[in-house]
């Protein structure tokens, strides 16, 4: 297609006719990989003469083929781009940046991170010169600092042998940039331009130093050259002439943008790089040296410039949150704190607490749109922008670490706050400085609760202070005391009255005309519920309470909001029977308005889809207070059997895990598996085979119900064939050479569900399942694998001793199987502990499969194998023993020390030295696994995780084991009786055995004997009380 014609599609992809539009990206899709296509695209887009609107389809389109087709995702997926129009491309693209205008230039932006991340060093080479020479030109220094940009991005995250390109380009390109940068900042009364330019030069280098320090930088004198610059800018203010006078556009104004990034980056080289607490060397004379220069410097200029606060001028949010963030981050520091310490009264009282309080932007949110309120009050994203996060922030620290003087100062001043409220007329009370009062109180929570002589007059400070703003006639101060109680709602309240008066508030506020006092009552809840000790304070209460909560719901998309529903099921258990079922078709309706809002608008933020995973946790909670009620989950199935058949597809991708924990419940705790619940079956097993790999260990939980509690439909069913299914997946996944161990790991658990499931009835998949199992087992690296491997054939053994072993033997791998079993079961550690079958279930595996062997007749097994199996069996019927002895002397231990519980509280130490001191600015990347997700691995689950340390010296233990058929087996009776049988059969050859065992055998063999006889006597007791107790 030549250049015109192209223009004329183009500009019909614009056509308000449904036809046209259609008609023309026809055309562009039938001629996108036609040679030269992208050139002509790239040509229209930098045609001044053309259209606007036309060359934006064009550079839309043209970033789009860039994304999808430039480098594929599949490795094995053909170019479709010819290597000649890639070539012409990347010739050409570079210096348009320049030509075009902002509108086009942020669609070229992101083809050119596509190619440079895709081809850069490798296919470009000549990329870095291109930069190099144009950051020479005058005319096309933005271009060159545009595409250095994208480079130095890049590299940003990169890990420290990733980032060796990233050096050499700022060995390259470093020099110049700094001349650049010091002519740029002499400038006079520059213009807005300029600020551009030095923004790029900014995030250039903030690319370049996010996580290492490129070695050019430590030479003093390089390094100083650019703080000299950063601290100008930080210094000098921002021109007044051409500030947008909109608040939003304002804060995007070109050189506040410039100040933004200038306290990033100092921020980054203090926290990470000029704290004294690294402990490489050369680290720490750089933090030495930053200290000692720069950082008392930089301090100054923050503290300077926050004066804006104080005078009414303008500063945009984001620069107040970064600087905060640099004051709370020196507290710490003793030479720091210095510098503040004369003016920490006028930073806590006259710049941190004005920040606090309630707003102008606050109340026109909350009188505007009260939805984005709440959005904003409860999203951590936002949080890491807000003054009024960084605000809390400091103040927290000062009080944990300086706390002697600035607490009492601060606490009297919030007193004074209270004392002036108090005393003004309606009309005259100061609502919004009371507000920011409360916002402290409940901020220093922690602190409080801790500390004399405060500790002890909370709940006087509560019912003075915070109770009497439940009826206020100000929507923000009824809903600041409901977030405030919920603070301190488990402190001990020496009047339950007290208690009682706060929690009926809380509830009430749940039905309080403004929705933010609503959302906040409703969290309140969750506290209040927690630390209820009496539950008739709620009982009655209660149906209301679900009601007011599921209106709620319907307001607002809110991930949290669960939390307190699912506070609410764990406090009362089955006492939610009753509200089971209604919970369960509320939450689920709630669950579908939450996938129609985040399908509808795919570009505004997840809290709808983070909703919807809400909803599903809280059905999953509800199911297992009810997991003793199974005619319950009878009524709960066609409420949630929608829910399972549609996210169990791809559709569901983001809530896989949360919709399988619901069919693990379901398929487990029902009283049977019905046929629609069986319809879910060939849904798992087409996502196990197409995409959801990452999900086997999840989706091994559901399968194992379906096999053990469904065994009859499973191996009675043609159509589906589960079986075959089965057997499709595990062998598709065993025989996969490009797995790895660990991913594989639940194939070789859900073949032993099989085989112990199905005992006596599946003999046509042995073979089969032995043959991939070996074969894996010869490429498997992992120890953990390898034992689930050499488990599969211990279990095909107990499942049928002899048809394994002939299967074995006609595969010619009997010996060799055998020789490497004893060898892992011999294998052991440099501190004596044992290499592999770690968990006690891994034991008795072993045992029962090596066990049934040795029932076998003469003719089977030679007996000087038999006696190599006899010793192998007793050695780990042994270790079975004393693992299980400990793992019950452990619980019991383990019980006690719960009973004496006490949690360590913070250290609040404060801060005397500069030994140790500094935060680190890692994220804290701990997660928190929910409880009812260990609960039901505890339940409906037979599987621990698989073991990822294998130098840990620990064995696993399986208290978690359940519902397993061997379980009724006890292998030590299992081993006593089948020897028994051997000696009962073949007398001679019983004796034989006996006598060719050394006194150490002989031993274990009776000590054995013995225990299993015990164990006899202990099972029928346990049967007894087991039928005493129904």
């Not at 005391?481 to 009682?500: E, M």
């Not at 679900?546 to 669960?562: A, H, R, S």
């Not at 009753?578 to 505004?604: H, I, K, V």
Request: charged residues 25%; contains cysteine; hydrophobic residues 40%.
């Amino acid at each position: 297609m030549d250049l015109p014609s192209l223009a004329v599609v183009l500009r019909a992809a614009l056509s308000h006719l449904p036809e046209e539009r259609k008609a023309a990206e026809k055309s562009l899709n039938q001629f996108q990989y036609t040679p030269q296509h992208l050139v002509r695209l790239l040509q229209i887009i930098v045609d001044g003469s053309c259209d606007m609107a036309v060359r934006q389809v064009a550079s839309i389109h043209f970033k789009n083929f860039i994304a999808k087709n430039w480098s594929p995702n599949d490795p094995d997926e053909s170019q479709k781009v010819l290597e000649s129009d890639k070539s012409l491309a990347r010739e050409n693209i570079l210096g348009f940046i320049v030509q075009v205008p902002p509108l086009l230039r942020a669609q070229l932006g992101e083809s050119i991170k596509t190619i440079i991340h895709s081809d850069y060093p490798e296919q470009w080479p000549s990329l870095l010169h291109w930069v190099t020479h144009n950051l020479e030109l005058q005319n096309q220094i933005f271009g060159a600092l545009y595409v250095l940009r994208v480079l130095a991005r890049k590299y940003e995250f990169k890990s420290e042998d990733e980032r060796i390109p990233l050096y050499h380009i700022v060995g390259e390109t470093f020099p110049r940039l700094l001349s650049i940068f010091s002519k740029l900042v002499q400038i006079v009364n520059p213009p807005i331009e300029v600020a551009d330019l030095i923004k790029l030069i900014c995030k250039i280098f903030w690319s370049s130093i996010y996580l290492e320090i490129p070695k050019q930088l430590f030479d003093p004198n390089v390094f100083n050259a650019w703080m000299v610059l950063f601290i100008n800018l930080l210094e000098r203010p921002v021109p007044l002439e051409g500030q947008p006078i909109d608040p939003e556009i304002r804060k995007s104004w070109g050189w506040w943008k410039v100040k933004k990034w200038t306290i990033h980056i100092l921020n980054r080289l203090y926290t990470r790089f000029g704290d004294l607490k690294l402990q490489k060397p050369d680290s720490k004379a750089f933090a030495q040296m930053f200290q000692k220069n720069y950082a008392g410097k930089i301090l100054a200029c923050h503290m300077h410039l926050l004066n804006a606060i104080r005078t009414g001028d303008y500063l945009p949010d984001r620069v107040i949150n970064l600087v905060l963030q640099y004051l709370t981050n020196s507290v710490t520091k003793n030479s720091m704190y210095q510098m503040m310490q004369p003016q920490i009264d006028i930073i806590l009282f006259e710049i941190n607490f004005p920040l606090m309080c309630f707003n102008d932007n606050d109340q026109k949110l909350w009188d505007e749109d009260p939805h984005e309120y709440v959005r904003k009050g409860y999203d951590i994203i936002e949080d890491l922008y807000s003054p009024r996060t960084a605000a809390m922030d400091f103040v927290s620290e000062l009080v944990r670490k300086r706390g002697k003087g600035n607490l009492q100062k601060f606490i009297h001043f919030i007193v004074d706050i209270f004392r002036r409220y108090d005393e003004a007329s309606p009309d005259l009370k100061p609502y919004r400085q009371k507000d920011g009062a409360l916002l402290a109180i409940g901020t220093l929570c922690d602190k409080l609760k801790q500390t004399d002589p405060y500790k002890s007059e909370l709940e006087q400070m509560l019912v003075q202070h915070v109770f009497p703003e439940f009826n206020s006639r100000v929507g923000h101060l009824r809903a600041k005391a409901a977030w405030v109680a919920g603070q301190y709602a488990h402190i001990n309240f020496s009047d339950p009255d007290n208690f009682r008066r706060a929690m009926h508030c809380i509830v009430s506020g749940m039905r309080d005309p403004d929705l933010p006092v609503r959302v906040d009552s409703v969290f309140a809840l969750r506290s209040f519920v927690e630390a209820c000790k009496d539950l008739n304070e709620i009982r009655p209460i209660l149906p209301q309470l679900l009601d007011d909560f599921f209106k709620l719901m319907n307001e607002i998309e809110n991930e949290d909001l669960v939390f307190t529903l699912e506070t609410i099921v764990d406090k009362f258990g089955e006492e939610m029977a009753p509200y089971a079922l209604g919970l369960c078709q509320n939450l689920a309706a709630a669950f579908w308005r939450c996938m129609a809002s985040s399908e509808a608008d795919t570009e505004a933020d997840d809290s709808g889809a983070l909703a919807a995973v809400g909803c599903l946790r809280g059905i999953s909670t509800i199911l297992e207070s009810i997991s003793s009620l199974p005619h319950l989950f009878i009524q709960m199935e066609p409420t949630l059997l929608p829910i399972m058949r549609r996210m169990l597809t791809s559709d569901g991708q983001d809530v896989y895990e949360e919709v399988l924990e619901i069919v693990s419940y379901m398929s487990f705790f029902s009283p049977t598996i019905s046929l629609d619940m069986w319809s879910l079956w060939p849904l798992m097993m087409e996502a196990l085979n197409d995409w959801a790999i990452d999900f086997f260990e999840n989706i091994l939980v559901p399968l194992d119900n379906y096999i053990s509690r469904g065994t009859d439909h499973f191996l009675a069913c043609k159509d589906p064939d589960y079986q075959e299914s089965l057997w499709n997946a595990l062998s598709s996944i065993m025989g996969d050479e490009n797995m790895e161990d660990s991913d594989i790991e639940p194939a070789p658990k859900l073949i032993e569900v099989f085989f112990q499931n199905c005992k006596g009835n599946v003999d046509r998949w042995v073979g089969r399942y032995l043959m991939i199992t070996i074969e894996r087992l010869r490429r498997a690296h992992k120890p953990y694998l390898k034992c689930l491997l050499v488990q599969v054939i211990a279990n095909a053994l107990y499942y049928n001793p002899s048809f394994t072993l002939e299967i074995l033997q006609k595969l010619g791998v009997a010996a060799d199987i055998f020789r490497h079993w004893f060898a892992m079961i011999q294998e052991v550690k440099k501190n004596g502990s044992r290499a592999n079958f770690k968990r006690d279930h891994d034991k008795k595996v072993c045992c029962l499969g090596l066990t049934s062997l040795i029932g076998l007749p003469a003719d089977k097994i030679p007996a000087e194998d038999l006696y190599q199996i006899f010793k192998a069996t007793l050695e780990l019927l042994v270790a079975y023993k004393d693992q299980v002895a400990e793992s019950k002397k452990q619980n019991e231990a383990d019980a006690d020390d719960m009973d004496g519980f006490d949690a360590d509280e913070e250290d609040d130490e404060e801060v005397d030295s500069d030994k140790e001191m500094g935060l680190d600015d890692e994220e804290d990347g701990d997660e928190v696994s929910s409880l009812h997700l260990q609960k039901l691995a505890a339940e409906a689950r037979g599987f621990q995780p698989a073991d990822d340390d294998d130098d840990s010296d620990d064995d696993f233990s399986d208290d978690d084991e359940l519902q397993l058929p061997i379980d009724e087996v006890d292998p030590f009776v299992f081993f006593v009786e089948t020897v028994q049988g051997l000696q009962a059969s073949d007398p001679l050859r019983f004796q034989n055995l006996m006598q060719t065992l050394d006194f150490r055998y002989q031993a274990l063999a009776s000590g054995i004997a013995l225990h299993a006889e015990e164990r006899k006597v202990e099972i029928e007791k346990e049967k007894l009380e087991k039928a005493n107790a129904q």
